[in-house]
């Protein structure tokens, strides 16, 4: 059974760290891109950071760049993102994904999980 299950989202004041994790299940981990995105109340859902298979390349929004860090544990099928500095304006659900990376047009999202949410707010 194919399964996407995030964690970790919450309440935070501007200014503080979450970490997120998303457990996999299915035959959609190994071998394959992964990556989180975030969908704001009226707002489209966008990728915020991408991650290929073996881990060694990465890729962020320039909204996040520098404060959000995307991490994979190939032995525990899961996927991480390190929210450090969070801003009032990264509130939104965070959704993870599994995917693959195009040459031309980066990540791209086959399955998805149900999200996560983070609200950032004193």
């Known amino acids: 059974q194919v399964q996407l299950v995030e964690s970790g989202g919450g309440l935070v004041q501007p200014g503080g760290s979450l970490r997120l994790s998303c457990a996999v299940s299915?035959?959609?981990?190994?071998?394959?891109?992964m990556g989180w995105y975030r969908q704001a109340p009226g707002k489209q859902r966008k990728l915020v950071a991408s991650?290929?298979?073996?881990?060694?390349?990465?890729a962020y929004a320039d909204s996040v760049k520098g404060r959000f860090i995307i991490s994979r544990d190939n032995a525990k099928n899961t996927v991480y993102l390190q929210m450090n500095s969070l801003k009032v304006e990264d509130t939104a659900v965070y959704y993870c994904?599994?995917?693959?990376?195009?040459?031309?047009?980066?990540?791209?999202?086959?399955?998805w999980g149900q999200g996560t949410q983070v609200t950032v707010s004193s």
């Open positions: 994904s599994s995917g693959s990376l195009y040459f031309e047009t980066g990540y791209e999202a086959d399955y």
């Open positions: 299915g035959n959609i981990f190994s071998g394959r891109a």
């Open positions: 991650i290929s298979s073996g881990g060694e390349i990465t």
